[in-house]
């Protein structure tokens, strides 16, 4: 078995790294917490949400198959990739995995089944 490549992450984390985000966007992030449930739904909502629905399916594809990865990814090596990101937030990303599985539920599950044949397994 290929071992999982945690740098995939990258791919999603651009959408959190202030570097990559909307002034105006930061500006409202700042004041939530990445590590609070409630947050968490805006903070994907306003960082993620409309860049990855215009998205080709290809691509949504791609990055949908790194958010199935997430969990067998090596935990130090996908800590220090997350440490690397510039945040707009006050604490570090603590439970990535869980946050990366509320991302998947959020941004794909009304896609259960869609055009390119795939089904997504919950």
């Given amino acids: 078995m290929k071992k999982k490549n945690p740098e995939k992450l990258i791919a ?13 966007v930061t500006d409202v992030l700042v004041n939530l917490k990445i590590n609070d449930v409630a947050d968490q739904e805006e903070i994907i909502n306003l960082a993620m949400k409309e860049e990855v629905n215009s ?17 067998s990814y090596p935990e130090n090596e996908a800590r220090e990739i997350i440490g690397r990101i510039g945040m707009p937030f006050d604490e570090p990303l603590l439970d990535y995995k869980a946050f990366f599985s509320r991302v998947r539920k959020q941004l794909f599950a009304p896609e259960e089944s869609n055009s390119w044949g795939g089904r997504i397994n919950f």
């Fill in 55 to 71: 998205l080709g399916e290809d691509y949504r594809l791609s990055l949908l198959r790194i958010l199935d990865e997430v969990t």
């Fill in 12 to 24: 999603w984390l651009k959408y959190l790294d202030v570097e990559y985000l909307d002034d105006s």
